[in-house]
């Protein structure tokens, strides 16, 4: 049964920082291509970040150079560190994977960033 189970999000000033955890159980994490999306109220989901199982990254531009993608496979672990947060930041965060040729996503954590 495969699972991502996402953690760290909650409300902060603008400027500040978050870590975003995503735990997965079920799959071979350490051979999957892992994302971040988010979801802000009346908008698309959107893809945030992405890394590859070979620790390649790539990101919206509305993010680089703020947030930083990374993986410790021991730990079945992504992570997404989130600095200079904006108010337009405010959104649902979820972590996605595509495992036995389907899409799983995570229940999502709320990031909300005050002005």
């Known amino acids: 049964q495969v699972q991502l189970v996402e953690s760290g999000g909650g409300l902060v000033q603008a400027g500040g920082s978050l870590r975003l955890s995503c735990v997965a159980s079920?799959?071979?994490?350490?051979?999957?291509?892992m994302k971040w999306n988010r979801q802000a109220p009346g908008k698309q989901r959107e893809s945030v970040a992405v890394?590859?199982?070979?620790?390649?990254?790539s990101y919206a531009d509305s993010v680089k150079g703020r947030f930083t993608i990374s993986r410790v496979n021991a730990k079945n672990t992504v992570y997404l560190q989130m600095n200079s947060l904006k108010p337009e930041d405010t959104a649902a965060y979820y972590c996605?994977?595509?495992?036995?040729?389907?899409?799983?996503w995570g229940q999502g954590t709320q990031v909300t960033v005050s002005s």
């Open positions: 996605h994977t595509v495992a036995y040729g389907r899409d799983y």
């Open positions: 079920g799959f071979s994490f350490g051979y999957s291509t």
């Open positions: 890394i590859t199982a070979g620790g390649t990254t």
